[in-house]
């Protein structure tokens, strides 16, 4: 199995309290990992450790085989530069809960801001990029349309599509439907579906539980900055072996 | 029933209201202000006519040469002041807020010393800076004498700019502390570097909060540029001085000054407004207005 994220031992402390404690997990590659758990338990922390957001206070993050924040040089480990960290960031997207696009840029703009700026695309060849990405998450009119002018359905499809703009190894989801109207959340989850079924490597952070029962192939329970239980989407979700699991998904449900 | 019936009746009439004459409420107490302050204006106005003011002079000093020489001289100086102020201004922002310590309290001591001396007496500090300098250079390479460097104009741009990048420094940290930590993160997930995310994301959006303080601070630097007339520096205020001093017609040239300050102004403030809208495009405000 081709491992494209590997994390050991990850450790967050936010003062006393400790956020993340000693989480590892590992995610192969075209694989859609779900991450449940309690608000609180470090879920989210643990998905911005990966990209960098939030700088880890113990362990180590490797996502496609490159060492997260940190150059290995024989015995040493060096810090990396604003610039190269940068550089590592742009083979992982992310999709917000609060959307997060560019407000003074069109739908349209939103996507090609990245591989226009920092992959140093040629503006034709990323207009039409951006285009067919939002023709893929059903908002090919609203290309011109600026994000106040969207619902937060459509702004979050947008969000994704930007995601995707960037031709990434791997998009990180951090509660992508906790901020929408329900009558709204499923047409974000199709586009993710979508998006899984194409063979994107995903990790979601997410309290819907159907859609991790439908389309993740693991599900990873937290709590308290720890890994409770991970494993099948399948025997998580229906046949959990921790009476914690068992008890959330219970919660959930009613 | 049969009372609901009756109620409804009665009911009816009282309620048939549309037929009426409307009769507006009476505003005594706005009129008999209104009154009140258009005959002090009346008076205002009469007094200027029947003052001692030859306004012959006044027409024929407005478009003198002299003037518009001046006018000009003071749009140059309120540009070249505020093009100083304002990249001071972001410069010293930006290290405010960086993480670096150093840098931000050198940023908070700038803002300390540059805001805490009236911009006049700063003038006159860098206007006589030979007296403790007699030479300004990095000795072995170049020297000039200070006199021959520091002309009014010079002394006048750094003394202003100077303390105006104190100032407008606050206006640009709040507008980098309007942005929504969304934008950073979200900015940094498409992998740029600081320096793009500033530039791309956060200031255009910055820009809609700075713009209306900034505009107000480039039409303050308008009339504070008359501030270089006391270090010689043929701006309009001096130019009419200079007038006055040989002819006396005080007030007349003073009021040839005050009109084109508030020509500069009137325009400035039409164009603050084109700079407003254009920034805010994407915010809700120009929606609804659209």
Not at chain 1, 128 to 153: F, I, T
Not at chain 2, 86 to 109: D, E, F, Q, T
Request: net charge neutral.
């Amino acid at each position: 199995m081709d491992i494209l994220v590997k994390a050991i031992d990850v450790s967050k402390n936010f003062g006393p309290f400790k956020a993340l404690d000693q989480v590892s997990m590992e995610v192969a590659r075209g694989e859609v990992a779900c991450i449940i758990g309690p608000s609180g338990s470090g879920k989210s922390t643990f998905l911005r450790c990966i990209n960098l957001l939030e700088r880890m206070d113990g362990g180590a993050i490797w996502v496609n085989d490159a060492l997260m924040g940190y150059r290995r040089d024989g015995n040493n480990l060096h810090e990396l530069s604003d610039a190269e960290i940068s550089r590592q960031r742009r083979r992982i997207g992310m999709v917000f809960q609060r959307f997060n696009l560019f407000p003074h840029k069109t739908a349209l703009e939103n996507i090609m801001e990245g591989p226009v700026q920092v992959l140093g695309e040629p503006a034709d060849q990323a207009r039409e990029h951006a285009l067919s990405l939002l023709a893929r998450v059903g908002l090919a009119d609203k290309a011109n349309h600026y994000p106040v002018e969207l619902s937060g359905g459509q702004q979050q499809r947008v969000a994704i599509a930007r995601a995707m703009g960037m031709r990434p190894d791997l998009i990180l989801f951090d509660e992508p439907t906790s901020a929408l109207d329900p009558e709204l959340v499923s047409e974000v989850l199709d586009v993710m579906k979508d998006l899984a079924a194409s063979g994107m490597t995903m990790i979601v952070v997410t309290h819907e539980l159907g859609f991790a029962r439908n389309v993740a192939n693991t599900v990873t329970f937290m709590e308290a900055g720890k890994v409770v239980e991970t494993g099948p989407a399948s025997e998580v979700l229906s046949a959990p072996k921790s009476p914690r699991t068992a008890e959330f998904i219970r919660a959930v449900h009613s | 029933m049969s009372t609901a019936d009756g109620m409804s009746t009665v009911d009816r009439s009282k309620y048939e209201i549309a037929h009426l004459k409307l009769v507006p409420k009476r505003h005594i107490g706005r009129t008999i202000s209104a009154a009140v302050v258009i005959v002090l204006l009346l008076a205002l106005v009469r007094a200027f006519s029947v003052g001692q003011i030859e306004w012959s002079y006044v027409s024929q000093f407005l478009f003198a040469p002299v003037i518009l020489e001046g006018l000009v001289n003071t749009l140059i100086m309120t540009v070249a002041a505020m093009v100083i102020g304002i990249v001071l201004g972001v410069v010293i922002a930006i290290m405010r807020i960086s993480g670096n310590p150093v840098l931000s309290w050198i940023a908070i001591g700038y803002v300390w010393i540059f805001r805490g001396a009236p911009a006049l007496l700063q003038l006159m500090l860098w206007f006589n800076l030979a007296l403790i300098f007699p030479t300004l250079g990095i000795p072995g390479l170049f020297e000039f004498r200070t006199v021959d460097i520091m002309t009014p104009f010079v002394a006048a741009m750094l003394g202003l700019g100077i303390s105006q990048g104190a100032y407008t420094s606050e206006v640009v940290r709040s507008g980098l502390l309007s942005v929504d930590a969304g934008q950073y993160e979200a900015a940094r997930t498409i992998g740029m570097t600081q320096r793009k995310m500033l530039r791309r994301i956060v200031l255009p959006q910055a820009m809609r909060v700075m713009v209306p303080p900034i505009g107000n601070e480039v039409i303050g630097m308008v009339k504070l540029t008359s501030l270089a007339s006391v270090i010689q520096y043929s701006e309009i205020l001096h130019n009419a001085q200079v007038i006055y001093y040989a002819n006396t017609r005080v007030l007349e040239l003073l009021l040839v000054a005050s009109f084109w300050y508030l020509v500069v102004v009137s325009i400035l403030s039409v164009g603050q407004q084109r700079i407003e809208r254009y920034f805010a495009r994407g915010s809700k405000s120009i929606q609804a207005s659209m």
